[in-house]
């Protein structure tokens, strides 16, 4: 496998959130909602009330940021993430029914040696 791949171990990573406000009942739980690393910028604004929107960049024409508030998964409101995929290069990363670990499916064949 490669770590600088689009495949697990090079996008798929460990991550944890910790403090007072964290309610108890998610506290010691492990979540394998699909959460990307943008996401964390919606999050923590919807967490602190604050609209994460550019007004500014909207004006002149660029597109909305590509940040998805993650708030209900890390506060236990919903095992769901509101993310339902992450595309990364040619490869497509979902969540699956069967499984609650976020699988990645190649969306073209890889030839890539390990």
């Not at 992450?86 to 890889?110: Q, Y």
Request: aromatic letters at 6%; proline letters at 6%; glycine letters at 10%.
């Amino acid at each position: 496998m490669l770590i600088a791949s689009c495949y697990p171990g090079g996008v798929r990573v460990a991550s944890f959130v910790s403090g007072g406000w964290l309610p108890s009942r998610v506290r010691g739980t492990v979540s394998h909602a699909l959460i990307a690393t943008a996401d964390w910028y919606g999050t923590f604004a919807a967490l602190a009330g604050v609209d994460p929107s550019d007004g500014r960049a909207a004006e002149h024409g660029l597109p909305p940021i590509d940040s998805v508030d993650q708030s209900k998964v890390l506060l236990g409101t919903t095992l769901t993430s509101a993310r339902p995929d992450i595309i990364l290069g040619g490869v497509l990363a979902k969540e699956s029914d069967d499984n609650p670990r976020a699988i990645i499916s190649s969306m073209a064949e890889d030839n890539t040696s390990t």
